[in-house]
Nanobody, 125 residues
Framework: EVQLVESGGGLAQPGGTLRLSCAAS????????MTWVRQAPGKGLEWVST????????YYADSVKGRFTTSRDNAKNTLYLQLNSLKAEDTAMYYC??????????????????RGQGTQVTVSS
């Protein structure tokens, strides 16, 4: 059974930073690409970033490129998302997901069982 547990969310000021973590279990983490998605209140899932299985390639939505960084530690079965230069529009529930997705239309098909319960990020002064 795939288990993904996100943590690290919270309240941050505009321009601030947060680091999200996603602890994975129940599958061979190091064999899979991983994805971060988010969902703002009243909106659908939005693709944020994807990292390949080895961590050598990362992909970002234009809305976060240059501000967010995805990484992974396969020895610890953990995925990370570093959020810098936060903006109010980054406020959302953030989820990690198993497998690679590269667009909003793709993540709309993400099975609920392949993502975690999420961690809330709120950006406000």
């Amino acid at each position: 059974e795939v288990q993904l547990v996100e943590s690290g969310g919270g309240l941050a000021q505009p321009g601030g930073t947060l680091r999200l973590s996603c602890a994975a279990s129940g599958f061979s983490f190091s064999h899979y690409p991983m994805t971060w998605v988010r969902q703002a209140p009243g909106k659908g899932l939005e693709w944020v970033s994807t990292i390949n299985w080895g961590g050598s390639r990362t992909y970002y939505a234009d809305s976060v490129k240059g501000r967010f960084t995805t990484s992974r530690d396969n020895a610890k079965n953990t995925l990370y998302l570093q959020l810098n230069s936060l903006k109010a529009e980054d406020t959302a529930m953030y989820y990690c997901a198993k497998d690679a997705y590269y667009s909003d239309s793709a993540v709309a098909l993400l099975p609920p069982e392949d993502r975690g319960q999420g961690t809330q990020v709120t950006v406000s002064s």
